[in-house]
């Protein structure tokens, strides 16, 4: 995340297309209820099919959605069909385990 904030939050999604609104309804709830914390929505496997499209992605506040290069690789999808205001990461595995390191809270929705 560009901005720094005292709490991250990663909500890791991955098993099918449903799972990013999950998460983005949970970012919300999050955001709402502890507005210090950084919240990142970490998109890898079958959920990538969420992110694709033209709509926008609406981020609730504190809330960056990232999609996974290597999982989009593998899925046939490249980065001109992700969602307006959709971000990406090289691997999600790397994302997820770099957050951790620094002390990011792990989610699983």
Do not use: W
């Not at 919240?39 to 079958?46: K, L, Q």
Request: proline letters at 5%; a neutral charge; hydrophobic letters at 50%.
């Amino acid at each position: 995340m560009s901005k720094e904030y005292r709490d991250v939050v990663v909500l890791h999604a991955s098993n099918e297309a449903g799972d990013v609104q999950r998460a983005l309804a949970a970012a919300a709830t999050l955001g709402e209820r502890q507005p210090q914390t950084g919240i990142r929505v970490i998109v890898n496997g079958a959920a990538l099919d969420g992110l694709t499209g033209s709509d926008p992605v609406v981020l609730p506040a504190n809330t960056e959605v990232e999609a996974c290069l290597v999982g989009m690789g593998k899925r046939g999808i490249t980065v001109d069909q992700l969602r307006p205001a959709v971000v990406t990461v090289p691997a999600a595995v790397v994302a997820l385990a770099q957050a951790q390191f620094s002390g990011a809270a792990y989610i699983r929705i």
